[in-house]
Every structure is written in C-alpha cells, then in structure tokens.
C-alpha cells in the first residue's frame, strides 16, 4: 500500500480555469461510476473550455442533482 501525500509536499502551481474544470468533471464522471471512454476525452475537452455556469450545470445532471 503506498503511503498517504504529504500536504507540504505539494507544489504551488496554480491549475488553469479549464484544468480544474477537467478534474472535476472527471471527479463527477468517477463518482457517478461512469468510466469515459476513449473517445469521450475530446468531448471532456470541449466541455471543459466552457464557462463555470455551463460546467456546474452539466456536474449536476451527471449526479442527478436537482
């Protein structure tokens, strides 16, 4: 088992708009237990390039959130 992170380990590079738009769309897919295929990460790119409004609301119908 590998260990946990260290938290002061981290680097301080701050992530783009559209990159911590990717990891929580990605974060959201995995939790719904759906697996993109491969040919679904041009769509993922496409949607992460949108506007955070776009991005939330697409999150909430992938959990089923009202």
């Known amino acids: ?3 946990a ?3 002061d380990a981290r680097l301080s590079v701050p992530l783009s708009a559209s990159d911590r738009r ?16 491969p040919g679904d990460l041009a769509a ?17 119908w992938i959990s089923g959130s009202p």
């Open 44 to 60: 993922i790119d496409a949607l992460c390039v949108l506007d955070d409004t776009t991005n939330a609301t697409v999150q909430r």
């Open 1 to 3: 088992m590998l260990p």
């Open 5 to 7: 992170p260290d938290p």
């Open 22 to 37: 990717r990891l929580e769309l990605h974060a959201a897919l995995t939790t719904a237990g759906i697996a993109p295929l």
